[in-house]
């Protein structure tokens, strides 16, 4: 904050914002979330204001009757809490930025519109120049300013007990209708927040209006400095926040930056992000030709727009963090952990798409789904694999790029892709069609059904990763088709194989939560290098097998995947159809598993009779003699596979008598005083016994 006259034309046509708007139905956007009160970057000056907040939208504005409001978080009757709705944040209150809000218009047809400040005019003076200021706040705020940093105007207070900082230090909402163009054509409409020095910060900011917005082509957000206060180490950028209306789909496109889970995440540093438009036809011949992902394809946001306002987009964010010291944002310079554990996640409504298998001589790959991070110079003119521009020794510097950070895929309603890292550096973007690699789990001494009577199983992984460049096919209808940019797609060495163990009735683990307690990790000899291979070869790994830790009888299931170094992890993305609470097709992630039953209890022979002899304690030479006998098998086993004479499929039964014993006929063709008659029983997992019975036969 710095008052000065602000250079920039200010026109007012209704100070408040809410006057005589009449009964036109109206869309709401939240523009910008809140900005902690914070102390300005050294170079934020009057003649070179900081816009730490920017959006351009595309309007399409009725050509008369006109409204357009920028209002703050609408409060309750003392003005000391938001009014909620289903959780949200309602427009219609006043409205704080320290300092200004300048708003440019482009019409369609006509040349660049002077850049106005929207803020109203002030009652403070310049000393000694006697000039009135625009600012978007008031004296209340402008006294406190100083004792208020760290704090969330839309929330806290100026005073103990008291009104919101909004609130008591804000202005009105603000009419922005003149500013737009009648003519019934898309216009740009840029929206700035700039600081001019001391400190800067900002409420909420909603858009209220009878324009139709068609999406959002790019803009910068700034969140809050990170501190040791959890609250700043989870912050959202919303680039778009449209809920949408009878005749509008909505439009959800925000950036989440999670350091939560940094032990040293409080570095003072402020993250900003930027968004920009990306055509979907220019993702794979200009960003992806030459990795991993040259046959992905990037997911149009909802909302997002090129320049021509019509043509749906993808979205690339580019986040960095301002160092406090010198004003230099870059991706360097927020916090860096040991551990992939920052997540980054981007939140969008879009169009429906699907995943296909790819049929190559190798076999049958899967397509996935990821989020991509690249270096913060990535782009159309310098595309494909890339390096990340860090500073030695952070962990990111070592890592091939672009990687692939996507742990989990959810949605619509909407789509959430999140993904990991070490530090971000520093362009992202949402891709579907990964080539995954495959596979191939055996458990030794298997039985059918999964079983095994050790508790100590070993389990024999391989990975293969996709070769493409002897031919790539999917199914398209009823007949298979190249797959498209196969040519310039190089496949990723194998980084590890992951794996874990669970107990098949509890709650399987989710990729989302990853790291895994327990899981542990396999890895080849050989590291990642920096620089991926530029020619086509045949990644494969076959680690030693091992031994899983000594487990009780029971059911358990071997959860596992292959992780390449472009950062793809193997995992099962399932597209599960509509139902009650889920009105679309909605997208799981899942960890790829295989069943494993331990059983070292024998099944036991629980009975074996004859029935009574003749006088004299002998059978008759050949008469008809049959035993009776049942076998049984702990219910939490394979079950009795076989008994006696009788066999069984696996975990069919686990007591052959339930309704009546088994009868086998015995040998009497012999005469003797101490004939046997054996009964075998064996389990689904290979476990044996016996039971014998003695009689005597005679003539």
């Known amino acids: 904050m710095k008052v000065k006259f602000s250079k920039w034309f200010y026109v007012m046509a209704c100070g408040i914002v809410l006057c005589a708007q009449g009964l036109v139905a109206q869309t709401t956007i939240q523009l910008f979330g809140p900005v902690s009160v914070a102390t300005s970057l050294p170079s934020a000056s009057y003649n070179t204001p900081y816009a730490f907040n920017t959006s351009t939208l595309n309007l399409t504005c009725p050509t008369s009757g006109i409204q357009a409001t920028l209002s703050g978080p609408l409060m309750n009757s003392g003005g000391t809490a938001p009014v909620l709705v289903s959780g949200a944040f309602q427009p219609g209150g006043n409205i704080l930025v320290d300092n200004n809000i300048i708003v440019t218009v482009t019409p369609v047809g006509n040349g660049l519109a002077t850049p106005a400040n929207v803020c109203p005019v002030s009652s403070t003076t310049i000393t000694g120049e006697g000039l009135s200021s625009e600012s978007c706040f008031n004296g209340t705020y402008e006294s406190n300013a100083l004792s208020l940093l760290g704090l969330d105007p839309d929330t806290a207070s100026i005073s103990d007990d ?3 900082i909004d609130y008591a230090g804000g202005v009105p909402p603000i009419d922005i209708s003149p500013y737009l163009a009648t003519s019934g054509s898309p216009q740009g409409v840029a929206i700035a927040l700039t600081d001019e020095g001391g400190q800067y910060d900002s409420s909420t900011v909603f858009l209220t209006t009878n324009c139709t917005v068609s999406g959002v082509s790019g803009g910068t957000i700034s969140g809050s400095p990170f501190t040791s206060n959890p609250s700043s180490q989870v912050q959202t950028f919303t680039f778009d926040s449209n809920t949408g209306s009878n005749t509008q ?21 402020t993250p900003q992000a930027t968004d920009a438009a990306l055509a979907q036809a220019e993702f794979q011949t200009a960003y992806v030709p030459g990795t991993s992902f040259a046959t992905s394809s990037c997911l149009i946001h909802t909302g997002e727009v090129l320049s021509n306002t019509t043509t749906p987009a993808c979205k690339l964010y580019t986040l960095e963090c301002i160092d406090p010291n010198t004003g230099v944002a870059a991706g360097v310079n927020c916090p860096v952990s040991d551990l992939a554990n920052e997540g980054v996640t981007d939140f ?15 076999g049958v790959f899967h397509e996935g789904i990821g989020f991509l991070m690249a270096s913060d110079d990535w782009s159309q003119a310098n595309g494909g694999p890339c390096s990340f521009e860090e500073a030695g020794g952070t962990p990111v510097a070592s890592l091939p790029c672009p990687q692939n950070l996507l742990i989990s895929f959810s949605g619509p309603g909407a789509f959430a892709g999140k993904g990991l890292t070490t530090n971000p550096n520093s362009t992202f973007v949402s891709i579907a069609g990964v080539p995954e690699d495959h596979t191939s789990v055996v458990v030794a001494g298997e039985w059918p059904d999964n079983w095994v009577n050790t508790r100590s199983p070993k389990v024999y992984f391989a990975t293969q990763a996709p070769n493409l460049s002897k031919g790539a096919s999917i199914q398209s209808g009823n007949k298979l088709a190249p797959l498209p940019n196969a040519a310039n797609y190089i496949p990723a060495p194998i980084k590890s194989i992951t794996y874990g163990i669970s107990p098949a009735g509890s709650p399987l683990p989710l990729p ?3 790291p895994i307690e327990g899981d542990l990790s396999l890895t080849p000899s050989t590291p990642c290098p920096t620089t991926l291979p530029t020619s086509p070869t045949e990644p494969n ?5 091992v031994t899983l830790a000594s487990l009780p009888d029971g059911q358990y299931l071997l959860h596992y995947f292959a992780q390449d170094c472009a950062g793809t992890q193997e995992l099962q993305f399932i597209l599960n159809p509509a139902n009650t609470q889920n009105p679309a097709p909605y997208w799981t992630t899942n960890f790829y598993t295989i069943p494993i039953g331990i059983d070292t209890t024998r099944p036991v022979v629980a009975t074996l009779t004859l029935p009574t002899p003749p006088a004299g304690g002998a059978y008759k030479l050949n008469s008809v003699v049959n035993a009776s006998y049942e076998c049984t098998d702990a219910t939490t086993g394979a079950g009795v596979v076989l008994c006696g004479t009788y066999v069984y499929a ?23 005083t101490n004939e046997t008659f054996t009964v075998y029983a064996a389990d689904g997992a290979g476990n044996t016994s016996s039971k014998t019975i003695t009689y005597k036969v005679s003539r």
């Open 650 to 672: 696996p975990q069919t039964t686990y007591d052959t008598g339930n309704t009546h014993l088994l009868t086998t006929r015995i040998n009497t063709s012999s005469v003797g």
């Open 512 to 514: 989302f939560n990853e």
């Open 249 to 269: 789909p909505s439009q959800i496109v925000s950036f989440t930056y999670d350091v939560s889970q940094v032990s040293d995440a409080g570095n003072g540093a």
């Open 541 to 545: 790994f076959a680690p030693a097998p």
């Open 348 to 362: 969008f409504d879009g169009p429906p798409f699907s995943l296909q298998n790819i049929y190559t001589p190798s």
């Open 162 to 164: 008291g009104p919101t």
